[in-house]
């Protein structure tokens, strides 16, 4: 079991863009000016590797990485062995197994290369068996019921297929993290599994197309990561910030994003210094970061890298988060990479850009040049349309978290029910095709997809559309859920789970018919019949479109994070990711259990944080401003015998009401919150949370939020919403 997590993955995921053989440098302390020179320079990469490691032992490595095969001894020891003299040589010190347990963070212990020597000093040493295996004591770390108390070790297997990378003093072993049972407690080991039936059943269906020399079909990820930046001093007068990491209290500034001057607006110098900064630190860890701009809203921003092999991306997106919360602390900046930091502005989401490629470098999701391209094109395709369909709810739990929850479903992007924006031409294609209609774009002819009569409809034939959760954009989908502080991982473990399931189903269906053409003519027909329900082309931000999609369509509208968990239970569900052995049944189950924990216990800190702020800072503030109104009353009638001091008591009456509402709101928050305590089910609390806790902080932020519109500035006991979105310049 722990074997299968170490080797599982069979298919080599070098980084696409990569340009191996470079020359290493080993001086990367004196930092040249160009980024060729110095990029992936903490990296023990394919040139790292190739120029330190005997030959022998290079070649068994990389056939490890390319095909899965087992390591044996001598070569982990000399891995181990030139690992230890490149990081010593960069400065490290330490060693750690840095793995994705379900906290959605990474977890690393860090062990010194130091052992004693006979003369009283120390020697550095790193064994084969240190890096293949760890077992740090895993008992605190969720595992929803996996592993009782008293198996408490866990153990970490390496990961070769993702390089080892140095960070601050530490040589960082990408690993995947198991049970003494041998089940998953991260988020590596199920993607690894995902990616790998996903090869297995792609390769089926390729070579039904008479590609002999695929070796192997990895999945591209490319996720677009959208944060905030504000200014530290800022950050660390709000608790809300501190605990919680988003606001939960604050009025509406005068100006928001309706100007649309932000996005894509000239960086400002602070950002852009951190910008730079951000990009030296992810460049040197190999980190493609390729893309920078503002977003919609006042302080948002955007990085995007180049795409990678999944398991690659989602390692690289942790770092990515890590380093941008690090780099900012240096900037007197904190980057806030919660899904809705502020109310009334965009939220931040993730765009996870999927697609799959072969070892002979095609893009299977790119219509081709000669019609057979296109009929392989087309199935892939109906695969991606009846993934989607099939299994909208699992699309949909992988992104569930109480901070999505504010973006998803809410009045903002996307909707919470899934849809595919396919594009016009594509939409046609298929209305052609079903239809044995013929198709009035660039070919007319009736279609029959036997490949001689194809249509030859172009590349890239897509036109944008925001507003789509699902969207095919030319080459890739781009699935728009994905939270901004979410691992990438649990999106493409279902989406690599579904598209294998269907894949599978064809090939089933395809392999060893006597007449391919019109078996595959039927078959993506039928396909596009049963699931074009999920393509839908339009405004997908419209109440008329949510209510033909559940109306009329019958798909999913699951808007809250415990309707989105339940659906994991459901036996289709749970029948395919166990089949294709992604997940054990065992371990659905403790997903299941997890996830909603980290659900309630994130909305609790968050009630018990809104019951804190207005107990402790803002009835006492709004108090005192009341105190100097009166005493202004006082003595402007003392001054003017009579004076009717309108304004002032208008005021008072005011704010004398909000501060018993105030009042009001924060015991009832304070006692559901207690109330929930005793609620033993973490299915029934979750739902206590949906259905009362959410409301009640609604309502205290309501009445908190309209005292801060009548208090004078110099009273609030926190910076405002203009102060942080408008404050780093
Ligand atoms: P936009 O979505 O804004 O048009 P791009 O087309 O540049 O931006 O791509 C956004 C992201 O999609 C980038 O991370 C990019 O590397 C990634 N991407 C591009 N092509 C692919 C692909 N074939 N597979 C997966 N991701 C891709
Ligand atoms: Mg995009």
Same mark, same amino acid.
């Given at each position: 079991?722990?074997?299968?997590?170490?080797?599982?993955?069979?298919?080599?995921?070098?980084?696409?863009?990569?340009?191996?053989?470079?020359?290493?440098?080993?001086?990367?302390?004196?930092?040249?000016?160009?980024?060729?020179?110095?990029?992936?320079?903490? =990296?023990?990469?394919?040139?790292?590797?190739?120029?330190?490691?005997?030959?022998?032992?290079?070649?068994?490595?990389?056939?490890?990485?390319?095909?899965?095969?087992?390591?044996?001894?001598?070569?982990?020891?000399?891995?181990?062995?030139?690992?230890?003299?490149?990081?010593?040589?960069?400065?490290?010190?330490?060693?750690?197994?840095?793995?994705?347990?379900?906290?959605?963070?990474?977890?690393?212990?860090?062990?010194?290369?130091?052992?004693?020597?006979?003369?009283?000093?120390?020697?550095?040493?790193?064994?084969?068996?240190?890096?293949?295996?760890?077992?740090?004591?895993?008992?605190?770390?969720?595992?929803?019921?996996?592993?009782?108390?008293?198996?408490?070790?866990?153990?970490?297997?390496? /990961?070769?297929?993702?390089?080892?990378?140095?960070?601050?003093?530490?040589?960082?072993?990408?690993?995947?993290?198991?049970?003494?049972?041998?089940?998953?407690?991260?988020?590596?080991?199920?993607?690894?599994?995902?990616?790998?039936?996903?090869?297995?059943?792609?390769?089926?269906?390729?070579?039904?197309?008479?590609?002999?020399?695929?070796?192997?079909?990895?999945?591209?990820?490319? %996720?677009?990561?959208?944060?905030?930046?504000?200014?530290?001093?800022?950050?660390?007068?709000?608790?809300?910030?501190?605990?919680?990491?988003?606001?939960?209290?604050?009025?509406?500034?005068?100006?928001?994003?309706?100007?649309?001057?932000?996005?894509?607006?000239?960086?400002?110098?602070?950002?852009?210094?951190?910008?730079?900064?951000?990009?030296?630190?992810?460049?040197?860890?190999?980190?493609?970061?390729?893309?920078?701009?503002?977003?919609?809203?006042?302080?948002?921003?955007?990085?995007?890298?180049?795409?990678?092999?999944?398991?690659?991306?989602?390692?690289?997106?942790?770092?990515? !988060?890590?380093?941008?919360?690090?780099?900012?602390?240096?900037?007197?900046?904190?980057?806030?990479?919660?899904?809705?930091?502020?109310?009334?502005?965009?939220?931040?989401?993730?765009?996870?850009?999927?697609?799959?490629?072969?070892?002979?470098?095609?893009?299977?999701?790119?219509?081709? /040049?000669?019609?057979?391209?296109?009929?392989?094109?087309?199935?892939?395709?109906?695969?991606?349309?009846?993934?989607?369909?099939?299994?909208?709810?699992?699309?949909?739990?992988?992104?569930?978290?109480?901070?999505?929850?504010?973006?998803?479903?809410?009045?903002?992007? %996307?909707?919470?029910?899934?849809?595919?924006?396919?594009?016009?031409?594509?939409?046609?294609?298929?209305?052609?095709?079903?239809?044995?209609?013929?198709?009035?774009?660039?070919?007319?002819?009736?279609?029959?997809?036997?490949?001689?009569?194809?249509?030859?409809?172009?590349?890239?034939?897509?036109?944008?559309?925001?507003?789509?959760?699902?969207?095919?954009?030319?080459?890739?989908?781009?699935?728009?859920?994905?939270?901004?502080?979410?691992?990438?991982?649990?999106?493409?473990?279902?989406?690599?789970?579904? !598209?294998?399931?269907?894949?599978?189903?064809?090939?089933?269906?395809?392999?060893?018919?006597?007449?391919?053409?019109?078996?595959?003519?039927?078959?993506?027909?039928?396909?596009?019949?049963?699931?074009?329900?999920?393509?839908?082309?339009?405004?997908?931000?419209?109440?008329?479109?949510?209510?033909?999609?559940?109306?009329?369509?019958?798909?999913?509208?699951?808007?809250?994070?415990?309707?989105?968990?339940?659906?994991?239970?459901?036996?289709?569900?749970?029948?395919?990711?166990?089949?294709?052995?992604?997940?054990?049944?065992?371990?659905?189950?403790?997903?299941?259990?997890?996830?909603?924990?980290?659900?309630?216990?994130?909305?609790?800190?968050?009630?018990?944080? !809104?019951?804190?702020?207005?107990?402790?800072?803002?009835?006492?503030?709004?108090?005192?401003?009341?105190?100097?109104?009166?005493?202004?009353?006082?003595?402007?009638?003392?001054?003017?015998?009579?004076?009717?001091?309108?304004?002032?008591?208008?005021?008072?009456?005011?704010?004398?009401?909000?501060?018993?509402?105030?009042?009001?709101?924060?015991?009832?928050?304070?006692?559901?919150?207690?109330?929930?305590?005793? =609620?033993?089910?973490?299915?029934?609390?979750?739902?206590?949370?949906?259905?009362?806790?959410?409301?009640?902080?609604?309502?205290?932020?309501?009445?908190?939020?309209?005292?801060?519109?009548?208090?004078?500035?110099?009273?609030?006991?926190?910076?405002?919403?203009?102060?942080?979105?408008?404050?780093?310049?």
């Amino acid at each position: 079991m722990l074997h299968d997590a170490i080797f599982l993955f069979i298919c080599v995921s070098k980084p696409a863009g990569f340009r191996p053989a470079a020359g290493f440098r080993k001086e990367f302390f004196i930092m040249s000016t160009t980024v060729s020179d110095y990029f992936g320079s903490l =990296v023990f990469d394919d040139r790292v590797m190739r120029a330190k490691l005997p030959s022998s032992v290079y070649d068994s490595l990389k056939k490890t990485i390319d095909e899965g095969a087992a390591l044996d001894t001598h070569v982990a020891n000399a891995v181990a062995a030139a690992m230890r003299d490149w990081a010593v040589e960069h400065g490290a010190t330490h060693f750690t197994h840095w793995f994705q347990p379900l906290t959605g963070v990474t977890a690393e212990k860090h062990d010194s290369f130091i052992s004693p020597s006979p003369d009283g000093g120390v020697i550095m040493e790193f064994s084969g068996k240190e890096l293949i295996q760890g077992e740090p004591d895993a008992s605190s770390f969720p595992s929803g019921g996996l592993r009782a108390t008293f198996e408490a070790r866990g153990y970490t297997a390496w /990961d070769p297929t993702s390089y080892a990378f140095i960070k601050g003093h530490t040589l960082c072993i990408p690993t995947a993290f198991c049970s003494y049972g041998g089940e998953a407690l991260d988020k590596k080991t199920p993607l690894l599994r995902s990616m790998q039936a996903l090869n297995k059943q792609a390769l089926r269906v390729l070579k039904l197309f008479g590609n002999e020399d695929v070796k192997c079909v990895r999945p591209c990820v490319g %996720p677009e990561q959208e944060y905030f930046l504000i200014d530290k001093d800022m950050y660390e007068k709000r608790k809300d910030l501190v605990f919680c990491g988003r606001t939960l209290f604050g009025a509406k500034p005068p100006k928001g994003q309706e100007l649309d001057d932000h996005y894509f607006g000239v960086i400002k110098p602070r950002v852009e210094a951190y910008m730079e900064d951000l990009n030296q630190e992810l460049w040197k860890l190999g980190i493609l970061a390729k893309t920078e701009h503002n977003e919609v809203a006042p302080a948002q921003h955007e990085l995007a890298p180049i795409f990678s092999v999944a398991n690659i991306a989602t390692d690289h997106n942790q770092l990515t !988060m890590e380093i941008m919360q690090k780099v900012a602390s240096r900037h007197g900046l904190v980057c806030l990479l919660a899904e809705k930091p502020f109310a009334g502005v965009n939220g931040s989401g993730k765009h996870n850009n999927w697609s799959l490629a072969t070892d002979t470098g095609l893009n299977l999701f790119k219509p081709g /040049d000669t019609p057979y391209e296109n009929a392989q094109f087309l199935l892939f395709l109906c695969a991606a349309i009846q993934s989607v369909d099939n299994y909208q709810d699992l699309l949909r739990l992988s992104v569930a978290t109480a901070g999505n929850d504010h973006r998803l479903g809410a009045n903002e992007a %996307p909707p919470a029910v899934i849809s595919i924006f396919l594009g016009d031409e594509l939409t046609a294609v298929l209305d052609a095709i079903e239809n044995d209609a013929p198709y009035s774009g660039t070919e007319k002819t009736v279609l029959k997809l036997g490949v001689h009569v194809l249509p030859k409809f172009t590349r890239d034939t897509t036109d944008r559309n925001r507003t789509s959760p699902f969207a095919f954009t030319g080459n890739k989908f781009e699935f728009r859920m994905v939270g901004s502080s979410d691992s990438i991982a649990c999106a493409n473990i279902m989406l690599n789970a579904s !598209m294998a399931e269907t894949l599978k189903e064809f090939a089933d269906k395809l392999e060893g018919v006597t007449d391919f053409e019109s078996a595959l003519h039927d078959l993506i027909k039928e396909a596009i019949k049963a699931h074009k329900r999920i393509i839908f082309n339009g405004n997908g931000y419209d109440d008329a479109w949510i209510k033909e999609a559940t109306e009329k369509r019958g798909l999913l509208n699951l808007r809250t994070t415990p309707d989105a968990l339940a659906t994991i239970l459901e036996k289709k569900n749970v029948d395919m990711l166990t089949s294709l052995k992604v997940f054990s049944e065992a371990e659905i189950r403790s997903r299941y259990e997890i996830c909603l924990e980290n659900y309630c216990k994130t909305v609790n800190i968050e009630g018990l944080t !809104m019951v804190d702020m207005a107990r402790k800072e803002i009835l006492p503030a709004v108090e005192s401003y009341l105190a100097d109104l009166s005493g202004t009353v006082a003595a402007k009638s003392a001054a003017v015998p009579g004076l009717a001091c309108k304004y002032e008591k208008d005021l008072i009456t005011k704010l004398s009401a909000l501060v018993d509402e105030i009042d009001a709101a924060t015991t009832a928050l304070d006692s559901t919150l207690v109330r929930l305590k005793a =609620v033993p089910d973490v299915t029934d609390a979750a739902y206590v949370i949906r259905d009362v806790v959410l409301q009640k902080m609604a309502e205290l932020r309501v009445v908190c939020d309209e005292a801060e519109t009548y208090t004078a500035a110099k009273y609030w006991p926190f910076p405002t919403y203009g102060d942080l979105l408008f404050g780093v310049r």
